[in-house]
Every structure is written in C-alpha cells, then in structure tokens.
C-alpha cells in the first residue's frame, strides 16, 4: 500500500490551498488519516487528523484556517487551507492508520510528501 498525494506546488500568499491523498493497492480498513509537514530546520508537526467517523484535530499552526475531511467511499483525505502565509512553506506528508488485511493489525503508512510553496 502507497499512499499517493495530490495539490502541491507554488501556491499565493492570499489565495486557496487543497491537497489530497489516498492509498493505492489492497487494503481492508482506514481508521485515521492526517496531514503533518515538516519546514526546513524544524520538526514534523501535525495539521489535521480525521478519523472514520470524522472526528477532528487541528495542529496549533492550522487551526480556524485549514480544513480536514475525507470520502470513506474512496479512502481519500482531503485539506483545504484558505490564505495561506509564506510560513506555511514545507513539506506536506499524508499519513494513514489502515489495516491491509483483516487478520493483520492496523499500521501507519506515509506518504513521500509533497512540497507546498507559499509565495507573496
């Protein structure tokens, strides 16, 4: 199982952000899905999470700016982050807690990141 991001890039400061990710190959369940990213010099912090039932967590940095959600039906996990600042420059990694078969315990999986760049 891969997980597969979509919506990098060159983005305006001021504008609209939207990635999204799902997982390619077999897989039995999703429970959680996340975005962290990771800047240059700093750690991996947490965006947003989004479990099965929707339940949210926002990540100090994103909070009343950004927008987490997913389609169960496709196994997608979207983000939608209105105005975004030069800051929030880095990295963006999915991240999916998901059991591939149904006698195999959950694992975490991550995406090979996308790289978001905010420019004024």
């Known amino acids: 199982v891969q997980l597969q991001a979509f919506g990098g890039g060159l983005v305006q400061a001021g504008g609209s952000l939207r990635l999204s990710c799902a997982p390619s190959?077999?897989?039995?369940?999703?429970?959680?899905m996340a975005w962290y990213r990771q800047a240059p010099g700093n750690q991996r912090e947490l965006v947003a999470s989004?479990?099965?039932?929707?339940?949210?967590v926002y990540g100090d940095s994103a909070k009343g700016r950004s927008t987490i959600s997913r389609d169960n039906a496709k196994n997608t996990v979207y983000l939608q982050m209105n105005s975004p600042k030069p800051e929030d420059t880095a990295v963006y990694y999915c991240?999916?807690?998901?059991?591939?078969?149904?006698?195999?315990?959950?694992?975490?999986?991550w995406g090979q990141g996308t790289q978001v760049t905010v420019s004024n």
């Open positions: 991240n999916a807690f998901l059991q591939v078969q149904p006698l195999r315990g959950f694992s975490d999986y």
């Open positions: 190959g077999s897989l039995f369940s999703v429970n959680r």
């Open positions: 989004i479990t099965s039932v929707g339940k949210t």
